[in-house]
């Protein structure tokens, strides 16, 4: 308070003359800028910030400012700690408000003056704009902006916050922004690390909601304030956006949102998993997405490749589940956060969508959901199979689509294609060890597991490998009579061919399948042309067992 104007704070004067000659028995009071909004009025024993301009109204002279001296004035309305003219007219002032007070000498400092500053029977007139306003019974101000339709958790004492704020003082001057530095502001709720008023205001707020916390002086920074931002006995108005919530004592929040029927098995520590994931904070912000990278996060699971939350919640799922994890920053990435890309101390909720999983012991599992009545053969290595399939992931996408399949399959096929009957259908999960791996194939991606809905078509019996033709019991003894169909002592390859045929068609010999016949016929009657004159006879024919006669049999290609 100025020395001046403090030293006669209750000297009351009678006696000033206005401008026309006449007494001026009351303060004057000229409003000439009302804020549009006033939500509350001065009133006795009000604490008052204002600034002022005061002048002499005889001559216009300035005998104070609290501009000039760069500091705004502090003061109890009403209880005489000013003079009586600014005690009455600074009632019913609103913040931001712009008044002219006139005050007779009476009112003011008489007919003594003050300290040689200002004359006898001086009237005074004082600009006044009013800054902020408080009372000594002022509680903190609540009041929800905004907020979500669904709040499972609101802030308790002891939880850690992550908000936004613009703080501005009552008369709107902005004084901070979390919004400025784009970083939240983040402390515990309690425990002293906030002024009392935001440590009140703070409580019970849902992540997601706005809201406008009003604070009194006495409850923020009181008679020091705050370095160069903050006044002394300033009123503190935060609107504030609650971003995170979380207890030190939290633990994963799990929340399934679907599982498919005939879940016969969950993952366990172990497991390969291949799965994809939208990631957000609380506040519902992104920050990561496999489906925008259109490639599943693909981990094994209770080995620590994943932070500790995602470790313990990708246990326990089906094939195709669903859920909502939410992770305490204990659990993912603490109070250093990710660089620019998580934040410190933040927590992390995760829609995940399990598309497979398996153990690198896994074997192919085979399922059998059809075989007819009569099974007398069955497939085996080195035999010619026809089948349909139709491919798919496990999340029942498709892969390939149903056709008709020769020739080499991968190995998990392979062993879910054994001891098929011809019209058996089968479900055969092969893991990707037994398929196409790490790598993934065409179509196929990395480390997938492959569903087979196979059915077998056709089934031609083969020979072992290597072989291009066997006897599927004794062959004719001796055999160049046999084959010398005719009796003129020698076989041409149109005899041979002929021979070898009748052998096929009467089921006493078998030639290897799935390959040209007449070429496979070929082959075996040039291993027996031994001088390659194109016919074959009986000393160039050797005994059955000797090394040279199993070329009649092998397959050199």
């Not at 992104?286 to 939350?309: E, H, K, L, P």
Request: glycine fraction near 10%; charged fraction near 25%; charge should be negative.
């Amino acid at each position: 308070m100025d020395p001046i104007i403090s030293a006669l704070f209750f000297l009351l004067h009678v006696a000033a003359a206005d401008c026309t000659g006449g007494p001026l028995v009351d303060v004057i009071i000229d409003r000439y800028d009302i804020p549009r909004v006033c939500p509350r009025e001065v009133q006795t024993e009000d604490f008052i910030r204002y600034h002022f301009n005061g002048s002499l109204f005889a001559d216009g002279k300035k005998f104070d400012s609290s501009h000039d001296r760069g500091k705004a004035f502090i003061s109890q309305v009403g209880l005489g700690r000013l003079i009586t003219g600014m005690d009455r007219g600074l009632q019913g002032m609103c913040v931001n408000e712009r008044r002219r007070i006139t005050v007779p000498p009476h009112l003011a400092f008489g007919s003594i003056g003050a300290g040689g500053i200002i004359p006898a029977d001086a009237v005074l007139v004082y600009d006044v704009l009013l800054l902020d306003i408080w009372n000594a019974e002022d509680k903190v101000q609540s009041r929800t902006i905004s907020k979500p339709e669904t709040c499972t958790r609101t802030t308790a004492p002891s939880d850690f916050l992550r908000y936004h704020y613009n703080g501005t003082l009552l008369s709107g001057e902005t004084f901070d922004s979390s919004h400025s530095s784009n970083k939240t502001y983040d402390a515990y709720l309690g425990q002293g690390d906030l002024i009392p008023g935001m440590d009140e205001g703070l409580v019970g707020m849902c992540v997601g909601e706005r809201r406008i916390i009003i604070v009194p002086p006495f409850l923020a920074y009181g008679e020091n304030g705050y370095g160069t931002t903050v006044p002394p006995q300033a009123t503190l108005v935060f609107e504030v956006l609650l971003v995170d919530v979380f207890n030190p004592k939290d633990d994963l929040i799990v929340e399934v949102k679907e599982v498919p029927e005939g879940c016969t098995r969950r993952t366990v520590a172990g497991d390969y998993i291949r799965y994809h994931y939208n990631g957000t904070f609380q506040d519902g912000v992104a920050f990561d997405s496999s489906y925008q990278r259109n490639s599943t996060y693909n981990t094994y699971i209770g080995m620590g490749y994943v932070i500790r939350g995602m470790d313990k919640a990708l246990q326990g799922l089906c094939m195709g589940e669903k859920r909502r994890i939410t992770v305490p920053p204990h659990l993912a990435y603490g109070e250093e956060g990710v660089g620019e890309l998580i934040p410190g101390s933040a927590v992390l909720v995760f829609d995940i969508h399990v598309i497979d999983f398996h153990n690198p012991n896994d074997a192919v599992e085979i399922k059998v959901t059809h075989k007819p009545q009569e099974c007398n053969v069955i497939s085996e290595a080195d035999d010619l199979i026809q089948y349909c399939y139709n491919c798919s992931l496990m999340d029942g996408f498709d892969t390939w689509k149903i056709f008709i399949q020769f020739g080499f399959v991968i190995q998990g096929l392979e062993e879910g294609l054994s001891g098929m009957c011809v019209g058996e259908k089968r479900e055969v999960v092969v893991p990707p060890h037994w398929g196409h791996g790490e790598n993934g194939a065409a179509g196929v991606p990395k480390s997938a597991v492959l569903l087979f809905e196979l059915e077998l078509v056709e089934l031609q019996k083969g020979v072992p490998e290597g072989y291009m033709f066997v006897w599927l019991g004794d062959g004719p003894d001796p055999l160049f009579p046999a084959m010398d169909l005719n009796g003129d002592k020698e076989v041409p390859l149109e005899e041979f061919s002929s021979f070898i045929m009748i052998q096929v068609k009467e089921g006493k010999g078998r030639l290897r399948p799935g390959l040209d016949s007449d070429g496979i016929i070929k082959d075996m009657f040039d291993n027996q042309d031994l001088n390659k004159d194109g016919r074959i006879i009986e000393d160039e024919l050797k005994p059955e067992g000797d090394e040279e006669s199993e070329a009649t049999k092998r397959d050199e290609l």
